[in-house]
């Protein structure tokens, strides 16, 4: 075998630089996504069920996989059957999956309740977006250590992909969700070369094509999945189905496909019969030509993702259902009235504690951490900071850490934090 130093050339370096070069920016966008530890904490994060009290529950990283390989799919599809597509003409699937896969990166402890919490808590301070806490991530704080925090230095096509709402925290009142914060807006003038933005009603729904894929593989994963899971849980069964049934106005094909559930749960052919409907989702999608203010500039603003309207009532009705009999139920409600408590008890101890400059401020968080805090007089700042952390915990850590701040009985000086 032959030495990787010959003559004084490093081999093994010219090879890694080859291998660096036949990947594509897209795929080098997808891989650092792939060994990030805010990627990794996914897996003990909140889908609909609280992470980790069974085995068979989607998390937001599996979650996460499953739009991906939607996604995927669905560009796939398209290459086959678009006329507007061709071998040197197509949406990249590479970039496609990276956005996928970073949709959630975002996303807080306990889901959508979390998120709602921790918005309370920074609406005096530019608010609280999971969409926007993933640009956020992406571009200024993936890679944090105990010297620094930097972003991932992600393709303009990337950030364009994974940013689905435009409208900035300030220019809306009152928001409760889709919206950039303030700062994001340098962003939006990287994006979009400089042009002149519309500000109008349909400005949060003007999306790159690769960020319609992502939405639509979003919307297809947890439509149908959430009922997967739901009637693994125990929430969805025949009789409240049935019942909900009566109570709503379905059209026919809805009415069909409700029925068709009740058959699936009495046949016990639930996960395969919804796993076929996936495929079902994926060939409901076309492309349409679209003029805007972008398309003379990038393809990516070219097109539009059109879905089959019957598969699009089908995904309406299923995240209804999912809605009415497993979100609004007791025991969720329970949950998140604890997870809000949690949240916002973290919240105010370190805020408290990293607004006060006086000798009796702790060492409570990481040292990178304390490093920032230590240059910072602005609370907005500090919250921010602070909704930074509290963010990226998983559920379990949130609840541990909460129980080692609060739980006179819990913990030790030599557990691993």
Same mark, same amino acid.
């Not at 915990?393 to 739980?407: E, P, V």
């Given at each position: 075998?032959?030495?990787?130093?010959?003559?004084?050339? %490093?081999?093994?370096?010219?090879? +890694?630089? +080859?291998? %660096?070069?036949?990947?594509?920016?897209?795929?080098?966008? @997808? $891989?650092?996504?792939?060994?990030?530890?805010?990627?990794?904490?996914?897996?003990?994060?909140?889908?609909?069920?609280?992470?980790?009290?069974?085995?068979?529950?989607?998390?937001?990283?599996?979650?996460?996989?499953?739009?991906?390989?939607?996604?995927?799919?669905?560009?796939?599809?398209?290459?086959?059957?678009? %006329?507007?597509?061709?071998?040197?003409?197509?949406? $990249?699937?590479?970039?496609?999956?990276?956005?996928?896969?970073?949709?959630?990166?975002?996303?807080?402890?306990?889901?959508?309740?979390?998120?709602?919490?921790?918005?309370?808590?920074?609406?005096?301070?530019? #608010?609280?977006?999971?969409?926007?806490?993933?640009?956020?991530?992406?571009?200024?704080?993936?890679?944090?250590?105990?010297?620094?925090?930097?972003?991932?230095?992600?393709?303009?096509?990337?950030?364009?992909?994974?940013?689905?709402?435009?409208?900035?925290?300030?220019?809306?009142?009152?928001?409760?969700?889709?919206?950039?914060?303030?700062?994001?807006?340098?962003?939006?003038?990287?994006?979009?070369?400089? @042009?002149?933005?519309?500000?109008?009603?349909?400005?949060?729904?003007?999306?790159? &094509?690769?960020?319609?894929?992502?939405?639509?593989?979003?919307?297809?994963?947890?439509? &149908?999945?959430?009922?997967?899971?739901?009637?693994?849980?125990?929430?969805?069964?025949?009789?409240?189905?049935?019942?909900?049934?009566?109570?709503?106005?379905?059209? +026919?094909?809805?009415?069909?496909?409700?029925?068709?559930?009740?058959?699936?749960?009495?046949?016990?052919?639930?996960?395969?019969?919804?796993?076929?409907?996936? #495929?079902?989702?994926?060939?409901?999608?076309?492309?349409?030509?679209?003029?805007?203010?972008?398309?003379?500039?990038?393809? +990516?603003?070219?097109?539009?993702?059109?879905?089959?309207?019957?598969?699009?009532?089908?995904?309406?009705?299923?995240?209804?259902?999912?809605?009415?009999?497993?979100?609004?139920?007791?025991?969720?409600?329970?949950?998140?009235?604890?997870?809000?408590?949690?949240?916002?008890?973290?919240?105010?101890?370190?805020?408290?504690?990293?607004? $006060?400059?006086?000798?009796?401020? @702790?060492?409570?968080?990481?040292?990178?951490?304390?490093?920032?805090?230590?240059?910072?007089? $602005? !609370?907005?700042?500090?919250?921010?900071?602070?909704?930074?952390?509290?963010?990226?915990?998983?559920?379990?850590?949130?609840?541990?850490?909460? !129980?080692?701040?609060?739980?006179?009985?819990?913990?030790?000086?030599?557990?691993?934090?």
């Amino acid at each position: 075998m032959m030495n990787d130093f010959y003559n004084g050339f %490093d081999f093994a370096c010219l090879e +890694r630089q +080859r291998l %660096d070069e036949i990947r594509t920016p897209f795929q080098k966008d @997808r $891989d650092r996504i792939l060994y990030t530890s805010a990627f990794r904490r996914l897996q003990a994060k909140t889908q609909v069920f609280i992470s980790g009290e069974y085995d068979f529950y989607r998390t937001r990283l599996t979650h996460s996989l499953e739009v991906a390989q939607i996604g995927r799919s669905i560009c796939h599809y398209l290459q086959h059957e678009s %006329d507007f597509l061709g071998v040197h003409f197509y949406v $990249d699937s590479d970039l496609v999956e990276a956005v996928c896969l970073s949709h959630d990166l975002g996303h807080p402890p306990f889901g959508h309740a979390g998120e709602k919490s921790l918005h309370g808590l920074m609406n005096a301070f530019g #608010g609280f977006e999971g969409n926007a806490q993933t640009l956020r991530i992406i571009s200024e704080i993936i890679y944090s250590d105990t010297v620094n925090r930097k972003g991932m230095n992600p393709t303009r096509a990337f950030l364009d992909g994974i940013m689905k709402y435009k409208s900035l925290f300030s220019a809306l009142v009152n928001p409760s969700n889709h919206f950039l914060y303030d700062d994001q807006e340098a962003y939006l003038d990287f994006i979009f070369s400089g @042009r002149v933005f519309p500000k109008d009603k349909d400005r949060d729904t003007f999306r790159s &094509i690769e960020c319609q894929i992502m939405d639509w593989a979003d919307d297809t994963a947890y439509s &149908i999945n959430d009922i997967v899971d739901g009637i693994s849980a125990g929430f969805l069964t025949l009789e409240n189905i049935e019942r909900w049934g009566q109570d709503q106005a379905l059209s +026919r094909d809805q009415s069909e496909h409700l029925i068709n559930i009740t058959r699936f749960i009495r046949e016990n052919r639930v996960s395969r019969a919804f796993a076929f409907q996936i #495929g079902e989702f994926i060939r409901a999608c076309h492309l349409e030509k679209w003029q805007n203010f972008m398309s003379d500039l990038s393809n +990516r603003y070219s097109y539009k993702l059109c879905i089959d309207p019957e598969i699009q009532q089908r995904c309406k009705m299923y995240k209804k259902l999912s809605y009415d009999l497993v979100f609004t139920s007791p025991q969720i409600y329970q949950l998140e009235h604890k997870e809000d408590r949690i949240l916002r008890e973290l919240f105010t101890i370190y805020f408290d504690n990293y607004c $006060d400059k006086t000798s009796t401020r @702790r060492v409570l968080l990481p040292s990178v951490y304390e490093k920032i805090f230590s240059g910072l007089s $602005d !609370k907005g700042q500090i919250a921010r900071t602070i909704c930074d952390y509290i963010s990226a915990m998983s559920d379990g850590f949130a609840i541990r850490t909460y !129980k080692r701040l609060m739980d006179p009985d819990y913990g030790s000086i030599i557990d691993f934090v």
